[in-house]
């Protein structure tokens, strides 16, 4: 047996042909992220990620209209969502539900390949709802049906407000959600892949991901980094709060990445982002205050912000309560959690490693009255 890597660095476990980081680029399907978030939108990346080229008009259209179709979730899950207490982990919320949605979908357990994808249309498209019914539902209001001529970004902020959203927070969020969307074979896909690969169903693989993707080492670390501007509320607190926390030598969250050492291509686009919303909004603090605690890290610990550190200041801008800021990364992620599940079974093995053993050995079993 070789020698483990502690948390699998560098071993390279799986061929994907979904998105590729070589060389700090990230690409999904060999598109550049930076065009993708620049000219595509939302569904055209979901439409690449799942069939591997870009839609065209035709499909696009035929494409929107059976996701749209299918964004109202069953009358059961809904009635459970009822009964989550009203204080309850957002994430935690949308795990369950999503594994409820596995009870009420009669192709739950046909793993041909047409099921897997009319499946994976259902999650992507439910995802969305279930979280803004979650959060409506927690506040006393009744969820609001999704429109069935707009997107699935327009349909969230409008489900989730119940107004008609602003055309700047649709392109903006439609933006972090192209951002979001797929990263090869990080914890939360790759804990999808382990799922699918016993020849468990497809939402038992999405379950997975998103328990995975709540930690805050990963999809997690977008609100821990709102918990912490918040914290710091000001901008003049900014250095002391982040000297004592260096100090101290905990983590700041939203900084460093296991595969990127000279930066998140997605980071850019984030920040830009985040300064416009400011700009818009009027409410440049939480900007501010990150560009100060960049500048600190950077030059003090030589790592750079993540995906998840400008997106904090970018969903506080666009009103999003803080605690559904990792369920719109999964909102995003479903669609690159199913394209590897897709992937996955396309050419399956069982997906088992080695652990070596360093307990003790040779051990004698004591009865119990001697124990
Ligand atoms: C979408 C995403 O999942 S992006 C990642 C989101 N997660 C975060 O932002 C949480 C904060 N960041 C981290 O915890 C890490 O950088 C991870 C989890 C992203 C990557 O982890 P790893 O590749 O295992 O790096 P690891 O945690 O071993 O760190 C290597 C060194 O850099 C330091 N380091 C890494 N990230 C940070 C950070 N954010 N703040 C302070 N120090 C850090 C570690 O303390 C460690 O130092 P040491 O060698 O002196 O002990
Ligand atoms: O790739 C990773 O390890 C984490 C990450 O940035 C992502 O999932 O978007």
Redesign the pocket.
């Known amino acids: 047996m070789t020698a483990p890597t502690k948390?699998l660095?560098g071993i390279v476990a799986t061929t994907s042909s979904v998105s590729s980081i070589i060389d700090g680029v990230l690409t999904y399907r060999g598109i550049n992220i930076d065009d993708l978030a620049e000219k595509g939108t939302f569904e055209e990346v979901v439409y690449l990620l799942w069939y591997g080229k870009l839609p065209n008009q035709t499909e696009l259209t035929e494409f929107k209209k059976q996701i749209v179709e299918n964004m109202v979730i069953p009358n059961e899950v809904l009635d459970q969502i009822r009964l989550f207490p009203k204080d309850a982990n957002a994430m935690a919320a949308l795990r369950t539900a999503v594994s409820s949605l596995a009870l009420y979908d009669e192709e739950a357990e046909d793993m041909s390949k047409e099921a897997n994808i009319r499946k994976a249309i259902r999650l992507q498209a439910k995802i969305p709802t279930i979280i803004s019914a979650f959060a409506r539902i927690r506040e006393g209001k009744e969820p609001i049906q999704p429109k069935k001529d707009a997107s699935l970004c327009y349909n969230f902020l409008y489900t989730l407000t119940g107004d008609e959203p602003d055309p700047i927070a649709i392109e903006a969020l439609d933006k972090a959600l192209i951002l979001h969307a797929d990263h090869e074979l990080?914890a939360s896909t790759f804990a999808s892949r382990v799922t699918v690969a016993t020849l468990s169903d497809v939402y038992s693989g999405v379950t997975s991901a998103i328990g995975t993707l709540k930690g805050?080492?990963?999809?997690g670390?977008n609100e821990a980094v709102m918990v912490m501007l918040e914290e710091i509320g000001t901008i003049e607190n900014a250095e002391p709060y982040i000297e004592k926390k260096l100090e101290n030598k905990e983590?700041?969250?939203?900084?460093?990445?296991?595969v990127y050492k000279t930066g998140d291509p997605r980071a850019k686009h984030l920040q830009k982002m985040s300064y416009e919303l400011g700009k818009i909004t009027g409410e440049m603090k939480w900007y501010d205050m990150s560009t100060i605690i960049e500048k600190m890290i950077t030059e003090k610990?030589g790592?750079k912000p993540?995906?998840?550190f400008y997106s904090a200041s970018v969903y506080t801008s666009l009103q999003i309560p803080r605690d559904l800021f990792t369920p719109i990364f999964a909102f995003s992620r479903v669609s690159g959690w199913t394209a590897h599940i897709l992937e996955q079974l396309d050419n399956n093995r069982l997906i088992r490693p080695r652990a070596e053993y360093i307990g003790p050995s040779s051990q004698p079993y004591v009865d119990i009255e001697n124990r």
Do not use: Q, S
Request: charged residues 25%.
């Open positions: 948390g660095e990080n805050p080492l990963h999809g670390a983590k700041i969250m939203g900084f460093g990445h296991r610990k790592l993540n995906t998840d």
